[in-house]
Structure formats: structure tokens, C-alpha cells
């Protein structure tokens, strides 16, 4: 890359190594033949004669004191400031017409301090006023991890060194979500699946209620009931809906709860009853209190702790669980 912006290789200054002046730089990347330019006035240089210790470079120095920092920003500064240290109404109106960058600088030297781990400082008032957009104000420290409704906790887990900008006053935060400004968080409304819920609205989001509050959603505790089946000996459909077929001939696992849980197994017993079948032989669900067999040359009856009972049959509430005849096993 190359070019009036450069060669972008994070080097300031290295392209103009080759030069004596920036305007022999300029010179060599006009896109005409050189000599059918115009000749550019060498004495604009001359404009130019901040000198260190003036109160312009001062700013810089006060803003970040570390050296490499202000070596690699101090030339930048010398050339925005541009004759105009003796009078501050010419360089405040510099400013606002945006005609000069000084202002820029510093604010770059806040950051580059501040990625260095040094406390950034704000801008000099005196000088850089900043006009910051709904309802926000200037901070020299708080625009890394600004908080927003959607991540309205940013700020106590963020990793990004202060820097300076607009930031939403103490006690609000930013709406990213129906783009208002700055809010409390109690107004925060609420995003799911792309759709915009207000304050308070509620929705049924896995089995559950869920209300939003405070730019989240706050659910109840209820649990979810699901479904999981084994048809035919072979073909099986998860508690997630995914569907698998297998042949069998072995003791499975159908479900097996985790340590720590109320108890509720399941072991089926799978055989094989053809070329390319296998068929259910027998189901045994075992619970805290229970031990309940299953097999295929039981007709409506179960084994329930040793003793023979009629279905339907049901454990009862503590274990919660219900066997019942089907018109096929």
C-alpha cells in the first residue's frame, strides 16, 4: 500500500524517510506528470514554528507523560498547532471549523497512554469542548465498555483500558435496542429472537414464563416436562426430538439420572428378534423406593419390589411415575 495515506504498517513516519520535505512526498505520488503541476508554495512550511516548552506541546505532555508516546505524536502536534500559539481566538476557531487536529492528537495520546496502562486525563476544556449526542456526556475514563440495555453489566467485566468519549450519565445506560438515548435501566425493553418486547411483557419461552425486566428476562422455576420413546425395539426419539434407529442385543441405558438428583433410571432390554430386528424384552425403572420390572410375557402386570401388581400402577407423588397398558409393547 502506499500512496498520500501511506503505507499502513503501523510506522508512523517511515515513508517519509526517503524525502527531504513532505512536499517532495506529495510530489511523488501526483497521478499526472509532475512537471504540469503547479508548483506548491515550499515557504507554507515556514508557517510553522511552535517550538517544545510552548503551551500547545505542553498539553501533550500533560496528557501523557510517557516518553515514546509523546515521540511519536509531539511532530503531529507542532504541525496542528501551526502559528497559532500567540492567538487563542484564532485557535479556537481553528477548532470549531474542524480545520485543525489538535484536539485529535491529544485525544489519540489518551489512548495510546491509556493501552500503555496509564490513567488517561480529559481533554483540556480551555481548548476541546466536546459535544456528545443523546443525553450523553464526556468522559475521560468510562467509553470502553459503555453499558447498554442489551449488556447493561459491561462495565464490571470489561478488560479494555479507559478511554476517553461519550458515555451516558451516572445511572442510566444506553439504548442500543430501540436507539432512545440514554435511559434508566428500569425502561430497558427486551430482545428475543429479533423481536422488541416492552417493559413487563411477558412470553412463554421453554415451558416458561418469562417477564422483561430491566433490559433482561427474569423466568419462574417451573420444570419442563419432555418426552423421550422407543418404538418398535430400534427406532428411539430423544428428550431433544432427534430421531435414531439402532439394532440391538444388549442391556441399555434408556435413562439414567445424575448423581445428586432424585432417582428415575431406566434400563430396557433389548434382542434380537429377526435377520435385521430387535425387539424389547423387557423394561426395569428403578426410583429412590421402587424397583419396577417389566417383560414381554407379562400380560398387564408388572414386578413392583419383588411383588406381582395389575396395571396401571403408580409409584405414588414422591417419584412421580405412572405405568400404564398399551395396545402394544
Known sequence: MCGLCGNYNNVPDDEFASFKTDLDYVAHHTVNDANKCEDMLADEETKCNITKGDFLVDLLNKTCPLKDVRKTLEPRLLEDACNLKDDLQV??????????????????ANRSCAHQGYFVNSLPPQY??????EGQQYSSSDASCQETCSNPKSSNICVE???SGCVCPEGTVYDDIQKRGCVKKSQCSCRHKGEVYNVNQTIELHCQSCVCTKGTWKCDQRSCPKNCKLEGGSHV??????????????????VKSDAGFQKLDVIVDIRICGKRESCIYGVTLLTDNFEVVYTSDMENKVEVNGSSRILPFSTGILSNVAMIPTSTF
Open 128 to 133: 476541546c469542548s466536546v459535544s456528545c449526542p
Open 91 to 108: 485557535y479556537k476557531e481553528c477548532l470549531q471549523n474542524s480545520s485543525c487536529a489538535l484536539c485529535d492528537t491529544i485525544a489519540e
Open 161 to 163: 483500558p479507559p478511554v
Open 237 to 254: 426419539t430423544t428428550f431433544d426430538d432427534y430421531e435414531y434407529s439402532f439394532t440391538g442385543n444388549c442391556l441399555y441405558w434408556f
